[in-house]
DNA sequence: GGGTCAAACGGACCGCGGTCCGGTTCTATT
DNA sequence: AATAGAACCGGACCGCGGTCCGTTTGACCC
């Protein structure tokens, strides 16, 4: 029988060269997005890229939404990293409602940036699981602070949904409004939620 | 050359074989959808079901997007008509505020029924096209008739976007929320966003 | 080094959404 | 009724996401 004195050591352990495909494939996946932009990525192509079977890309990742959910992973880990400790207004600092402000703002930049991969990712990605995200925890600690009174998931959720992406492509795809208006809209939906 | 003295007809004309089929194919989704769920209904079962080749389905709707909008576009007209001429309190009456209450409680619970559907209806669905949907429409002249200021426009999505089927479906399915929270939830927000 | 076995690998295979094109059918016109 | 041609029809075909299973490989123990 296996020993297995890993103590604080996650999953069962991952097997090296199962390790080396992994990054391998990330790798395959973030030059095929820059090459041929997210729907060029074909889990085949990938494969082929990488250099590995196609049946390795699936038991690594589960699913298309797996694999874009690993390389949304990446930038949304140093996004949450500037959220938590970085510079002010986005990281913190003694003023929740600037906080709040400039959180929507970023998200929102973010969102309309990365729109394609973060719908490829799907469920797996933004939204999901544990629960509940990263944002949602953080605004309802936001307006925990700010002293709003109420349903704070719900008033949470309220604040976040119209920056969804789905949201977002709409008013700027079909709608042609432009980024300072969306935000100029967001602010105010804040200031009237929080002001109740 | 053809005289085409239809006046106020619509498009070049259907031709009867075309507007059978079209009728078949609906029916036949239909009785696929509560058959085998949403997701059974196959563009080829369709077809199969329907007694018409594959390559009629997608001629008649154009896609599976447009067949499910197709399909949801039955409910969603009865619904518009009891929006437009119903009985209070969704229907026209006197008091815009309980009215824009009534749209959302009616909204949130055909959402919450046909979310498989409007889901798989995609951009072809209930957003899209024509620049604004019919919702967006009747919220922002609620909004107006209730005296609200500001950008009105943002702040009907802001009020509808906590409605999308995507997210209600996050908070019954991962969060476990009940329906009646849900709706205390908009009614507080619609006090919010109008008190502004 | 040699042996063992779980784990990882690869690629054939499946069903689905979507396209294409040669043959067929309806409508308008005479 | 006959003609012409546009519109429609069917189903073979393609690429993709996803699954399956026989084979290989790496980790661990002797």
Same mark, same amino acid.
């Given at each position: ?6 103590? $604080?050591?996650?999953?069962? *352990? &991952?097997?090296?060269?199962? $390790?080396?495909?992994? &990054?391998?494939?990330? =790798?395959?996946?973030?030059? *095929? ?16 890229? $990488?250099?590995?079977?196609? %049946? ?8 298309? =939404?797996?694999?874009? +959910? ?5 930038? &949304? ?13 986005? %990281?913190? !600092? ?5 906080? /709040?402000?400039?959180? #929507? !703002?970023?998200? *929102?930049?973010?969102?309309?940036? !990365? ?6 990712? #799907? !469920? ?22 700010? #002293? ?6 719900? /008033? +949470?959720? +309220?604040?976040? $949904?119209?920056? =969804? ?9 079909? =709608? ?21």
């Amino acid at each position: 029988m296996p020993i297995e004195l890993h103590l $604080a050591d996650q999953q069962p *352990l &991952e097997r090296s060269d199962a $390790a080396r495909n992994r &990054e391998a494939l990330l =790798e395959a996946a973030l030059r *095929l997005i820059d090459r041929c932009s997210v729907d060029g990525v074909t889990m085949g192509a990938v494969a082929h890229e $990488a250099g590995v079977g196609k %049946g390795t890309v699936f038991r690594r990742f589960e699913s298309r =939404e797996g694999l874009m +959910a690993a390389v949304l992973n990446r930038s &949304e880990t140093e996004w949450q990293a500037a959220v938590l400790g970085g510079p002010p207004p986005l %990281g913190p !600092h003694d003023d929740p409602m600037e906080r /709040l402000l400039a959180f #929507g !703002h970023s998200r *929102l930049r973010i969102n309309l940036t !990365h729109g394609a991969l973060i719908t490829a990712a #799907g !469920h797996a990605g933004a939204r999901s699981f544990a629960a509940v995200s990263f944002s949602a925890m953080h605004v309802r600690y936001l307006l925990t602070a700010i #002293g709003v009174r109420g349903d704070i998931p719900l /008033l +949470a959720t +309220a604040l976040m $949904a119209p920056l =969804e992406v789905v949201i977002l492509e709409q008013q700027v795809g079909k =709608e042609h409004m432009d980024l300072a208006r969306i935000e100029a809209g967001w602010d105010d939906l804040v200031r009237r939620v929080v002001a109740g």
